[in-house]
């Protein structure tokens, strides 16, 4: 769902060459959905394929979008919860595998805050009995089953290549989930920021002043749950509508978009619907807006952003 401006172009379909493109594979929380996945963002830079976080069907969304898993070129996690990491032994595995599963004949390259070797080097351990199984039987190699692993504990530029510049800066996603990181990503003159999960921040408006494209999360239920203790405990690991617009508003986006999208409901207490999020946004934001939905796609350029979707329609 698109709040709009008549600045922002709506498209059914793009591609293009030296493109800069972010894609929302996964825009769900963390219970099961077959309409939002989990949380995971692709960002087409030039030739390059980076994926933000890899939560629950990351691969059947690049599958979708007929990308070869071993194409993608880096893994960001922003922190270690299960839903933002479940899918990372499929990306890394299956990417593995030879035509037509994966296609990587590179180490799988990851970066992210502190504790990132350490999941690696378990999930190696966890696959031990596939992985000997299929080095002894398909006769594969290592090559693409190898993993560089960069870790950070800090704000600052943590990739750079060919023109893309990746910043990771720290977010609050509550006192005990620690660490917790967002990701700035600059290409070709342009900005794209992804929140990550946090709590109403600073940093991301330091962050995501002025650029095209501002990615945030959001938690929204009907007021009547917030009476309940569980939800309050949700609640204090998130923004709400309310205050996602405060943050746009300082930082003043081309385009904010919502992903990752906690909207919990009860057989009795329906869910919010898109339309009542934005609403709860405009009590703070009166900026261009979009409700993100899985496989949603923004191509940005210097006329402006493109929003369109991408794989099966």
Known sequence: MLAGYPDLAVAEDAASSGVFRVTLLGTGAPDPSADRFGASTLIEAGNQKILIDAGRGATIRLAQLHIPLGKIDVLFLTHYHSD??????????????????????????????????????????????????????????????????????????????????????????????RPAFGYRIDYAGHAVLISGDTRLNENVVKYGAGTDLLVHEVFAVKPDMMKSPAMQAIAAHHVTPQEAGRVFTRARPRLAVYTHLSLIGTPTTPSLMPDEIVSQTRESYNGPLAVGEDLMAFEIGAEGVAIYRRGPH
């Open 84 to 177: 933002h990491t479940v899918g990372v032994p499929d990306l890394w595995l299956t990417g593995w595998l030879p035509p037509p599963f994966g296609q990587r004949n590179t180490p799988f390259h990851v970066i992210g805050p502190s504790g990132a070797a350490d999941l690696m080097v378990n999930l190696e351990r966890a696959y031990a009995a596939d992985i000997k199984m299929r080095m002894a039987d398909q006769k594969l190699s290592r090559e693409g089953l190898d993993v560089k692993v960069e870790e950070f504990t800090r704000d600052g530029i943590v990739y750079e290549k060919s023109g893309l510049r990746v910043t990771a800066f720290e977010v609050n996603h509550g006192e005990a989930v």
